[in-house]
Each structure stands twice: as C-alpha cells, then as structure tokens.
C-alpha cells in the first residue's frame, strides 16, 4: 500500500465545515482513496471512498486532485460528535488477506463548542 | 444499514482460560475478518474468512485459531489466554463490488487477561 501523510491533529468550530487533507504522493493508478474515523474505544467506522473522481455521500464529501496525489476530506457541518481520529489509506484491493486495512497515525479531529 | 456486533464490549479473563469472541454480521457479506488494535501498532490481521469454513492466517495467527460454520457469524477463539492477548480486538465484513472491498467494523471487544 501507499504511504499516507496527515496531520496529527486539528481543531474545527461546531457547525463550521471540517477538511481534512491526505498526502499520498506515490499512490498508482489502481489504488483507491478511502476514510476511516474512529470515535475514542469504538470501532472504526467506514467514511467514503474515491478513484479519481469526487464523491460524496450523507456523512462526507472526498476530493481527489487530478494528480491524485493528495485528497481532502470535507464534514460539512461538524458537530461534537464528530470528534475523532481520521484515517486516510489508498489501496488496492487484491482480495483475500492482502486486504487487510493498515491505518497510519490519522488525524485527530477535535471539534470545539 | 450496516451491522456487525460482537458479543461483548468487555471482557475480563484469567491466564490459561479458553476464550470466544463472537462476531455477526446481517449483510450478507462472504469476507470476515479479526483485528487486535494495540496503542502504537495500529490494526493487526489475525485471521480472515473468505466463505463458510474457509479461513487464512492474517500477520498475527498465533495463539488464535477461528470458526466460521455459518455465513454471518465468525468466532475467535483463544485456546489458552495470555497477559500479550490483552487487546481491543475488532471484527469487519465485507463484500465485494467491482474493484473494491469496503470493511465495516463492529464496535469491538475490549479484552483484559489477568
């Protein structure tokens, strides 16, 4: 898989919108950009994911440059219970238990009343 | 809407006991998984199950073994529990569609061994 960069940690306004960018400079053509945040002691949960094009569903919208080597996950309206870790990973998906996710360090999310 | 549960949020055991962890999704997914998630080491693969009795060892199989006798419910199973085994342990599903394999997570088991 990819290396991901993200930044440790950010703060956003209740209410404000929240972006989240990626760094994946090295990603190839097959892989796929997808979200994962992960609320303290709960499992991780399944945000969005993305090839090349933007995509958007009711929790987030994702947005890949044209290069796609960097992406930017965008919570609309963020409220507290939006506080988490966000992880970025591009794969490949080959099948088997070569698909097993690998998270990086994520990105904490804190959102601030 | 997606759901996996797992049979226990906590769960405190002794060292040498044989321990269940269950794991059951209600989408029809053929792919399961099991992850330990320890502070520092990210998710960790133990095991993964592609179809009914059908299982591979992921990166950590060691002192694991699992079951998979139906489609929506796969078990992890600690043959005798030690202290290194004290995890958060998470279970996915997933299915797949065209190019990708999209996991859902259960909320996880945190297991304490003492």
């Known amino acids: 898989d990819a290396k991901t960069t993200q930044p440790p940690s950010m703060d956003c306004a209740e209410g404000r919108a929240a972006n989240l960018p990626c760094n994946h400079s090295?990603?190839?053509?097959?892989?796929?950009v997808y979200w994962y945040r992960q609320i303290h002691s709960q499992g991780p949960q399944y945000i969005i994911h993305?090839?090349?094009n933007n995509e958007t569903n009711e929790m987030a919208s994702l947005i890949i440059t044209e290069d796609r080597k960097s992406s930017t996950l965008i919570l609309p309206h963020a409220t507290l219970r939006d506080t988490a870790v966000y992880y970025c990973?591009?794969?490949?998906?080959?099948?088997?238990?070569?698909?097993?996710?690998?998270f990086g360090t994520g990105t904490l999310l804190a959102v601030q009343p | 809407d997606v759901k996996v549960t797992q049979s226990s949020r906590y769960l405190v055991k002794r060292t040498g006991e044989k321990v269940f962890l269950e794991c059951v999704q209600d989408?029809?997914?053929?792919?399961m998984f099991w992850y330990r998630q320890d502070p520092g080491l990210g998710l960790r693969l133990i095991y993964f199950?592609?179809?009914?009795?059908?299982?591979e060892k992921g990166d950590i199989p060691e002192g694991y073994s699992v079951s998979r006798e139906k489609k929506e419910r796969f078990s992890l199973i600690l043959e005798s529990a030690s202290t290194n085994q004290t995890s958060m342990y998470l279970c996915?599903?997933?299915?797949?569609?065209?190019?990708?394999?999209?996991?859902?997570f259960g909320p996880g088991t945190r297991l304490t061994v003492l």
């Open positions: 199950s592609y179809d009914v009795k059908m299982k």
């Open positions: 993305g090839l090349k």
């Open positions: 989408m029809d997914h053929e792919n």
């Open positions: 090295t990603i190839s053509g097959n892989e796929y």
């Open positions: 990973i591009v794969r490949e998906d080959y099948g088997g238990a070569t698909n097993k996710l690998i």
């Open positions: 996915a599903s997933s299915f797949r569609t065209g190019q990708t394999d999209t996991q859902y």
